[in-house]
């Protein structure tokens, strides 16, 4: 009886060991396929971060090198111009040293668009393009600042000179049925970072008019119609601070950086003289400007309530 107790316990402790070993197999297979989707999610993740922080960068020495130009030429490739003045990261750049190359396989190219430029990406896939077409109403998403539009095409190459397709706020749901694996995505940025969209209907949804010889955002409301010029009182001065703040957020949108908030300062230099009063817009331009750094240096004090009680 012994005997035969000890083989049928062996045997029990045979078949537990064999479901545990298939249990262990089940286990790690499921831990090996979400490393897998892990990693690709994470690879997926970086690849996007970089894009959008070449668009970034690329985006903001464009506006910098051209600052004292009329525009960007129209149609003129900007591509190597980049390339060289240090604009795009090296991982970006192919092997030939004059191209640019984006993590998905395709390629970049860099273009003047009179007043403004356009990045393209090539051979875009579908899950960058989704995390990459997100754009708020003012002009701000992962590409960066100033961006007036996007055109994303599946068949024929984007036409840089022509205007966006897709304008205004854009959210990632209302792309899904434009973007597509291999699609070319175009992104169209503004001379200034400050240029915010034109709502449906041609009219304005921001407090800033760039509808002008120079695309500068020239303000609706102007600073001192607004908030008056700095009073004498230091009762009043924390009235008039929180009034540059909240001015300041609902014109711009405040920004810790200044160049991403107001653009860059104008100068005479890169001002267009030859269109009619010249003069006078430049000088609007400069107090525009002026006030704009006026609201970031105190944007600390957005919402304080306006006394001391």
Request: net charge negative; proline share 4%.
């Amino acid at each position: 009886m012994s005997i035969t107790f000890n083989l049928v316990f062996a045997a029990r402790r045979r078949a537990i060991s064999l479901i545990e070993g298939v249990l262990y197999l089940v286990i790690a297979l499921a831990v090996i396929v979400g490393g897998i989707v892990f990693f690709q999610q994470s690879q997926l993740s970086n690849a996007v971060t970089d894009t959008a922080r070449a668009a970034v960068g690329i985006s903001s020495q464009a506006r910098a090198l051209y600052q004292n130009q009329t525009g960007f030429g129209d149609n003129e490739d900007l591509t190597l111009a980049m390339i060289r003045s240090g604009a795009v990261p090296s991982n970006f750049i192919d092997g030939t040293g004059d191209a640019i190359a984006h993590p998905f396989g395709g390629s970049m190219s860099v273009t003047g668009n009179g007043k403004g430029f356009v990045i393209s990406y090539s051979d875009i896939s579908q899950a960058a393009c989704l995390r990459l077409a997100s754009i708020d109403e003012t002009g701000v998403g992962p590409m960066g600042t100033g961006i007036v539009g996007l055109t994303i095409s599946e068949g024929d190459p984007v036409d840089p000179t022509s205007a966006p397709d897709i304008t205004g706020a854009i959210k990632a749901d209302a792309m899904s049925s434009s973007c597509a694996d291999g699609a070319e995505m175009a992104v169209y940025y503004a001379q200034y970072p400050g240029a915010k969209f034109a709502a449906a209907g041609g009219e304005s949804s921001s407090n800033l008019d760039t509808d002008n010889p120079w695309s500068f955002p020239f303000q609706k409301n102007r600073f001192y119609d607004v908030c008056g010029g700095r009073p004498a009182r230091s009762d009043q001065v924390r009235v008039w601070k929180t009034c540059a703040a909240d001015w300041g957020d609902a014109t711009y949108g405040l920004q810790d950086n200044l160049a991403e908030m107001c653009g860059q300062k104008p100068y005479k230099s890169g001002w267009d003289f030859r269109q009619d009063n010249a003069n006078y817009w430049y000088a609007v331009a400069r107090q525009d400007w002026d006030t704009c750094k006026i609201a970031w240096e105190w944007r600390g004090w957005k919402g304080l309530a306006y006394s001391e009680g």
